[in-house]
């Protein structure tokens, strides 16, 4: 699935980038870490106030991601930009009385966006939509028997981020950035912070 997901934009990134005689459209890469709060605790409560018992549990507050996008100056001062997101996995494990359930979960999402930027101390913001999913998937062994399940999750949502580009040598900006995305598939609690740095070509 996810095959399909990419081929269509980075076809759209690559055509542009070959065809535009514009020097004003760019196509960059972002890499870092998606934070999230997959709501660990909360599962474990309820667990425990079914069980009445005890849980143990671990969870991820992060995991990798990375970005591909272009964007094209709007005049000195503006730019749009349309990107494509997709984190790691990330992971909990819950343990009660011999019996373990782990969950996990994905996200990926085309994002658009207006952005300012200020040329001489190369700040940026921008503000945005998305379109995206959350893929999730959970396993619980009972006695060496393990049963599974999965669901997914779709929908839009609004982005908010910022930071600073370095003039670099080699005809390329490096970048330190973080980007909001709130309603991850279309979940009111469902929100990621991706926090990265990236090449802007």
């Known amino acids: 699935k996810l095959k399909f997901l990419l081929i269509p934009i980075i076809s759209l990134i690559l055509t542009s980038a070959v065809y535009s005689a ?6 960059g890469v972002d890499l870092g870490y998606a934070f999230a ?7 474990a409560q309820t667990i425990a106030n079914l069980s009445g018992s005890t849980v143990t549990y671990t ?7 990375g970005r591909i996008y272009m964007d094209y100056d709007i ?23 011999g019996v ?10 085309f994002d658009v966006a207006l952005g300012f930027k200020d040329a001489e101390s190369g700040l940026f913001f921008k503000g945005g939509a998305h379109s995206s999913e959350i893929d999730g998937s959970a396993t619980i062994t009972i006695s060496g028997t393990t049963y ?15 930071g600073i ?3 670099s040598s080699g005809g390329y900006t490096s970048r330190i950035g973080y980007t909001y995305y709130a309603n ?18």
Request: without cysteine; aromatic residues 16%; hydrophobic residues 35%.
């Open 59 to 65: 969870y991820d507050k992060a995991t990798w991601a």
């Open 100 to 109: 373990t359930a782990t969950e996990a979960y994905e996200a990926r999402a």
């Open 165 to 167: 580009d370095f003039d």
């Open 184 to 201: 991850m598939g279309g979940e009111s609690d469902a929100d990621i912070g991706f926090l990265y740095y990236g090449f802007r070509f």
């Open 37 to 43: 709060d997959i709501g660990a605790d909360d599962t």
């Open 148 to 162: 599974a399940a999965n669901a997914n999750a779709s929908g839009t949502g609004y982005l908010f981020g910022g």
């Open 22 to 27: 514009d020097s004003d459209t760019h196509i």
């Open 75 to 97: 005049g000195n001062d503006l730019f749009f930009e349309v990107g494509y997101l997709q984190s790691g996995s990330l992971d909990a494990k819950y343990t009660i009385s």
